[in-house]
């Protein structure tokens, strides 16, 4: 690792944590640094840069660049975003460390809008959502307005907002959690900075894994509904051709929904230095930096095994592997040792049968063992028909939205150009005929492969949901199943999920008495959760709340904040 420049603010007041790994093209979001109504004193800008490349761009901006990092990774190794932002977290001197988009357009107050919410509560995780433009003829980035960006091809624009912040279906993926996020760097070592694990490396990573943690720390996440960034189209903005690490589906890490749902705060891999500096917060920073980077890194990051090991033995991962699934239990390492458990939250366990307590192994193969021996048939049958029936409605779902309705495209004639976006705030600047990639071009050939193209696309994101579904649901109706009875079942027991589809299968598994007759409810937008679960409401009725992880990931921030009133009696399985 060297250090080009070492920042010589004294005590700022935000820590700009800005990444590279030999790829930027553009550094324009330090011009807008430039630009700022607060004090330049009040912040920092840090720059790091994953392999040994010293960015030509970057130097146009050299002197707003405070703190110039080069990790010298080796170029065999793939890019792991986590260990930049824990490079980011050691170097910052400023309270708030901020983690953003080093190719954005940001406002002049953008610094002043950061310093003024943590001014008014420090516990808080902050986000600032983004306008996304997909313009091509704004590429190479050509310094539009602001206007201009949020005009044609502005694809989430929402009359002043993000779609994403109005949205009330599923703001877990409608919002742009990588965009910028914002916290005390004190939290952040407190939670240990952000997690290495191998699943981490490439596209499926971001700051969001902190966020979660956060959350279940205690910190109140924020979304700033006034201040955003924008952004312009480049080449590869969606991380085409990267590696990608277990995901949802929709490019939300798995391993960090998994953390956020069973309550984690530690992350499954924790970087040395971070860990040094917790236990002892005066180190000679000398020590930390030689402490940054773990040399099991240099092999298991290797592009090489990546690309063959992973393809052809996959238990060298599976040794790696921090979190899995096996017949509705969740089993999670830690330390060394392995844990076994249906409801999310094992430590406060309640309402299960006995020999369905949580169970402990040396790894997985024993625990999968444990399992099998503790299931009976019956127990397994159900779970097999329950994986069965979701991927019956999952696949229907998809033969019609994905395949069906899309086969009158292929035979449409050549479309013109349209615009994807809203109109701009403001009308000022002309219009132009754009091209923004949504044109049909080439003859019915193409535009049939395509469409295919289209389709093995909705494919792979079509089994990794499922497979988060089931997986999901596996767990719930198990949980069901083995539901003691003789516990707290004198309360009113309510059951909530987020799909008609659950809810379908929990009735006629309890018409035929394999699980407990109970309530089940759909809280499918943020309106209905937050009726249902607002803290700030006592409810004179006493409930027993069983919460599906799919809902609670969706709506967490709602689901957190009750829980943390403990006004009543929630499960979340």
Same mark, same amino acid.
């Given at each position: =690792?060297?250090?080009?420049?070492?920042?010589?603010?004294?005590?700022?007041?935000?820590?700009?944590?800005?990444?590279?790994?030999?790829?930027?093209?553009?550094?324009?979001?330090?011009?807008?640094?430039?630009?700022?109504?607060?004090?330049?004193?009040?912040?920092?800008?840090?720059?790091?840069?994953?392999?040994?490349?010293?960015?030509?761009?970057?130097?146009?901006?050299?002197?707003?660049?405070?703190?110039?990092?080069?990790?010298? =990774?080796?170029?065999?190794?793939?890019?792991?975003?986590?260990?930049?932002? @824990?490079?980011?977290?050691?170097?910052?001197?400023?309270?708030?460390?901020? %983690?953003?988009?080093?190719?954005?357009?940001?406002?002049?107050?953008?610094?002043?809008?950061?310093?003024?919410?943590?001014?008014?509560?420090?516990?808080?995780?902050?986000?600032?959502?983004?306008?996304?433009? %997909?313009?091509?003829?704004?590429?190479?980035?050509?310094?539009?307005?602001?206007?201009?960006?949020?005009?044609?091809?502005?694809?989430?624009?929402?009359?002043?907002?993000?779609?994403?912040?109005?949205?009330?279906?599923?703001?877990?993926?409608?919002?742009?959690?990588?965009?910028?996020?914002?916290?005390?760097?004190?939290?952040?070592?407190?939670?240990?900075?952000?997690?290495?694990?191998?699943?981490?490396?490439?596209?499926?990573?971001?700051?969001?894994?902190?966020?979660?943690?956060?959350?279940?720390?205690?910190?109140?996440?924020?979304?700033?509904?006034?201040?955003?960034?924008?952004?312009?189209?480049?080449?590869?903005?969606?991380? %085409? @051709?990267?590696?990608?690490?277990?995901?949802?589906?929709?490019?939300?890490?798995?391993?960090?929904?998994?953390?956020?749902?069973?309550?984690?705060?530690?992350?499954?891999?924790?970087?040395?230095?971070?860990?040094?500096?917790?236990?002892?917060?005066?180190?000679?920073?000398?020590?930390?930096?030689?402490?940054?980077?773990?040399?099991?890194?240099?092999?298991?990051?290797?592009?090489?095994?990546? @690309?063959?090991?992973?393809?052809?033995?996959?238990?060298?991962?599976?040794?790696?592997?921090?979190?899995?699934?096996?017949?509705?239990?969740?089993?999670?390492?830690?330390?060394?040792?392995?844990?076994?458990?249906?409801?999310?939250?094992?430590?406060?366990?309640?309402?299960?049968?006995?020999? =369905?307590?949580?169970?402990?192994?040396?790894?997985?193969?024993?625990?999968?063992?444990?399992?099998?021996?503790?299931?009976?048939?019956?127990?397994?049958?159900? %779970?097999?028909?329950?994986?069965?029936?979701?991927?019956?409605?999952?696949?229907?779902?998809?033969?019609?939205?994905?395949?069906?309705?899309?086969?009158?495209?292929?035979?449409?004639?050549?479309?013109?150009?349209?615009?994807?976006?809203?109109?701009? #705030?403001?009308?000022?600047?002309?219009?132009?005929?754009?091209?923004?990639?949504?044109?049909?071009?080439?003859?019915?050939?193409?535009? #049939?492969?395509?469409?295919?193209?289209?389709?093995?696309?909705?494919?792979?994101?079509?089994?990794?949901?499922?497979?988060?579904?089931?997986?999901?649901?596996?767990?719930?109706?198990?949980?069901?199943?083995?539901?003691?009875?003789?516990?707290?079942?004198?309360?009113?027991?309510?059951?909530?999920?987020?799909?008609?589809?659950?809810?379908?299968?929990?009735?006629?598994?309890?018409?035929?008495?394999?699980?407990?007759?109970?309530?089940?409810?759909?809280?499918?937008?943020?309106?209905?959760?937050?009726?249902?679960?607002?803290?700030?409401?006592?409810?004179?009725?006493?409930?027993?709340?069983?919460?599906?992880?799919?809902?609670?990931?969706?709506?967490?921030?709602?689901?957190?904040?009750?829980?943390?009133?403990?006004?009543?009696?929630?499960?979340?399985?």
């Amino acid at each position: =690792m060297e250090i080009l420049k070492k920042s010589k603010r004294a005590k700022p007041k935000v820590s700009l944590i800005l990444l590279d790994w030999n790829v930027r093209e553009s550094f324009h979001f330090l011009n807008y640094l430039s630009d700022q109504t607060a004090s330049r004193d009040d912040f920092e800008v840090i720059l790091i840069e994953y392999y040994s490349n010293v960015s030509e761009v970057a130097r146009k901006h050299s002197d707003q660049i405070d703190c110039w990092a080069i990790l010298k =990774m080796p170029t065999d190794l793939y890019y792991h975003k986590h260990l930049m932002y @824990n490079a980011g977290i050691i170097l910052s001197g400023g309270q708030i460390c901020v %983690v953003c988009d080093s190719d954005a357009m940001a406002s002049p107050t953008f610094i002043q809008t950061i310093i003024n919410e943590f001014d008014k509560d420090q516990d808080i995780v902050l986000h600032l959502d983004q306008f996304r433009n %997909v313009r091509k003829d704004l590429y190479p980035f050509n310094y539009p307005s602001f206007e201009e960006v949020l005009g044609d091809g502005c694809k989430n624009y929402a009359n002043g907002k993000t779609k994403g912040l109005v949205d009330k279906t599923d703001p877990l993926h409608n919002r742009n959690y990588g965009a910028c996020m914002c916290a005390l760097k004190t939290n952040l070592i407190n939670i240990g900075g952000a997690d290495e694990h191998i699943d981490y490396l490439g596209h499926i990573c971001g700051p969001y894994e902190m966020t979660f943690r956060l959350v279940n720390q205690g910190c109140k996440e924020i979304w700033h509904d006034k201040e955003f960034t924008l952004h312009t189209w480049h080449p590869g903005a969606a991380g %085409v @051709n990267n590696y990608l690490g277990p995901h949802d589906g929709r490019h939300m890490s798995s391993t960090a929904i998994a953390a956020l749902s069973i309550g984690r705060t530690e992350p499954f891999v924790m970087n040395k230095a971070i860990g040094l500096i917790r236990q002892k917060h005066d180190l000679d920073r000398k020590i930390i930096l030689e402490n940054l980077i773990d040399v099991e890194y240099l092999q298991d990051w290797k592009e090489e095994k990546l @690309n063959s090991i992973y393809k052809e033995n996959k238990s060298y991962f599976y040794e790696k592997q921090s979190v899995a699934s096996y017949y509705g239990f969740r089993m999670v390492k830690k330390e060394g040792k392995v844990s076994g458990f249906i409801q999310c939250h094992p430590d406060n366990a309640k309402n299960i049968n006995p020999k =369905m307590s949580i169970l402990l192994a040396d790894d997985f193969p024993s625990m999968k063992k444990k399992i099998d021996k503790i299931l009976n048939n019956r127990e397994k049958t159900v %779970v097999h028909l329950t994986r069965l029936f979701i991927y019956i409605v999952a696949t229907k779902s998809y033969v019609i939205n994905y395949v069906i309705l899309r086969i009158p495209n292929i035979f449409r004639s050549k479309g013109k150009s349209q615009s994807r976006g809203k109109a701009a #705030i403001t009308n000022s600047h002309p219009k132009k005929k754009l091209n923004i990639g949504t044109s049909k071009k080439g003859g019915i050939f193409t535009q #049939i492969q395509n469409q295919f193209h289209h389709y093995r696309n909705r494919l792979d994101q079509f089994k990794c949901e499922t497979v988060a579904i089931c997986e999901s649901v596996e767990r719930l109706i198990l949980f069901l199943y083995t539901l003691d009875s003789s516990n707290n079942l004198e309360l009113k027991t309510i059951l909530y999920v987020d799909r008609g589809s659950v809810r379908l299968w929990a009735k006629v598994l309890a018409k035929l008495s394999v699980i407990p007759k109970i309530q089940v409810e759909i809280l499918n937008n943020s309106d209905r959760v937050f009726s249902e679960f607002n803290p700030n409401i006592d409810c004179p009725e006493k409930k027993q709340r069983l919460v599906s992880s799919l809902l609670f990931t969706r709506f967490y921030p709602i689901f957190s904040e009750f829980i943390k009133k403990s006004r009543d009696n929630v499960i979340v399985i």
